[in-house]
Every structure is written in structure tokens, then in C-alpha cells.
């Protein structure tokens, strides 16, 4: 029902920044909590970031917090990650999600809760 289109990866060196964009299917999307998870090659997919339906709240790993912001814009249906201070270990493809389950204060962290999924944008960092 909603189709999710990442956008905004390449290759940048450590303590650079990149933008991530994921462009949603229609204005419904705004009904849709959204997440941005990552998975490296070898490695379990891992969240990174979440934000309420309204932007209200947010959420971020420990290993992000300080460094990525998440935002949205659904009058774009647009949902965004900033990422600053860029690390090696935060190299991987970067996926957009989105769920309209409750109880996302408990749930924003699992990927098994999103039932639309992105493509992916694949994020380098380099050393």
C-alpha cells in the first residue's frame, strides 16, 4: 500500500556529513510512523532512527544520538536523516520504513514492526 524510495547515500569521509531523503507513495504516508534502520553485509539489521507520525517525537540509537537528526515533512511525504559527524562503522545500506502499528513508543526500535520498506541507500564512510 505505500511504497518507500531512498535517496541521498555515496561515499564520505570520516567526520563528513550526508542527508538521506526517502520519498513516500502518496499523502497517506502521513498517517505512518517512520523509521531508518541499517544493515551492513555480514551484520543483523540495526535501527537507527524513528519518528512519530506528526514529528512529535523522536527516537535515535545510543550510537547515533548527538550526531543524526530525523525529521519529516509529509505535506512532501518526504521523511529525512541527517547525518553529521559520519564514522566508519556507520557504513552500510540505509533503509526507510514506515508501520501504522500502535504503541510506537515501544515498538520504534524493532524492524520485525514495520511492515514497508524502502529499497535502501548504501552509505560509505571512509577513513
Known amino acids: 500500500q505505500v511504497q518507500l524510495v531512498e535517496s541521498g547515500g555515496g561515499l564520505v569521509q570520516a567526520g563528513g556529513s550526508l542527508r538521506l531523503s526517502c520519498a513516500a507513495s502518496g499523502r497517506t504516508f502521513s498517517n505512518y510512523n517512520a523509521g531508518w534502520f541499517r544493515q551492513a553485509p555480514g551484520k543483523e539489521r540495526e535501527f537507527v532512527a524513528a519518528i512519530t507520525w506528526n514529528g512529535g517525537s523522536t527516537y535515535y540509537a545510543d550510537s547515533v544520538k548527538g550526531r543524526f537528526t530525523i525529521s519529516r515533512d509529509n505535506a512532501k511525504n518526504m521523511v529525512y536523516l541527517q547525518m553529521n559527524s559520519l564514522k566508519p562503522e556507520d557504513t552500510a545500506v540505509y533503509y526507510c520504513?514506515?508501520?501504522?502499528?500502535?504503541?510506537?513508543?515501544?515498538?520504534?526500535?524493532?524492524?520485525?514492526?514495520?511492515?514497508?520498506w524502502g529499497q535502501g541507500t548504501q552509505v560509505t564512510v571512509s577513513s
Open positions: 520504513a514506515g508501520s501504522i502499528s500502535g504503541y510506537f513508543s515501544r515498538t520504534y526500535y524493532s524492524a520485525g514492526k514495520y511492515p514497508y
